[in-house]
């Protein structure tokens, strides 16, 4: 959507706005995300990754089963930990809980039931990815 060289602008903010969730499974978007921080010189690399279970239906044999997409995220977390970036999951959905805990660790997800709370918890969210490693 924007490399890390590209200023916000409203060509980014399209591309941002135009993202159809469905579309864009999230094992896909960590894959990407490896490759996109591994050209980042820094000792400490953080994907962040935002969770729904919706995003990970419409792929795989059983097109309404979430199974496919919750297995092959486990496997894209565990590619992005591999390649020596910290993931860390972000949901508002307040049934996140029942499919991160099975993607990965309780330290490396947070459920925040409210967006405009995100400013707040980001400090929390830091933390909580220090004490990870």
Same mark, same amino acid.
């Given at each position: 959507?924007?490399?890390?060289?590209?200023? %916000? =602008?409203?060509?980014?903010?399209? @591309?941002?706005?135009?993202?159809? $969730?469905?579309?864009?499974?999230? /094992?896909?978007? %960590?894959?990407? =995300?490896?490759?996109?921080?591994?050209?980042?010189?820094?000792? @400490?690399?953080? +994907?962040?990754?935002?969770?729904?279970? +919706?995003?990970?239906? #419409?792929?795989? $044999?059983?097109?309404? =089963?979430?199974?496919?997409?919750?297995?092959?995220?486990?496997?894209?977390? @565990?590619?992005?930990?591999?390649?020596?970036?910290?993931?860390?999951?972000?949901?508002? #959905?307040?049934? /996140?809980?029942?499919?991160?805990? $099975?993607?990965?660790?309780? +330290?490396?997800?947070?459920?925040?039931? #409210?967006?405009?709370?995100?400013?707040?918890?980001?400090?929390?969210?830091?933390?909580?990815?220090?004490?990870?490693?």
């Amino acid at each position: 959507m924007k490399s890390f060289a590209e200023p %916000l =602008s409203s060509a980014v903010k399209g @591309r941002i706005g135009g993202i159809n $969730q469905a579309q864009h499974p999230h /094992g896909h978007a %960590l894959r990407h =995300s490896i490759e996109k921080m591994n050209a980042v010189n820094s000792a @400490r690399s953080t +994907s962040s990754c935002s969770a729904t279970a +919706s995003q990970d239906f #419409d792929y795989g $044999q059983d097109r309404r =089963s979430n199974v496919y997409g919750i297995r092959d995220t486990t496997i894209a977390l @565990r590619e992005t930990e591999a390649a020596g970036i910290t993931p860390f999951c972000i949901t508002v #959905d307040r049934a /996140g809980h029942d499919y991160l805990r $099975q993607m990965c660790a309780a +330290s490396r997800y947070m459920v925040i039931e #409210d967006i405009t709370t995100l400013p707040k918890e980001l400090p929390k969210i830091y933390q909580r990815v220090v004490r990870a490693d």
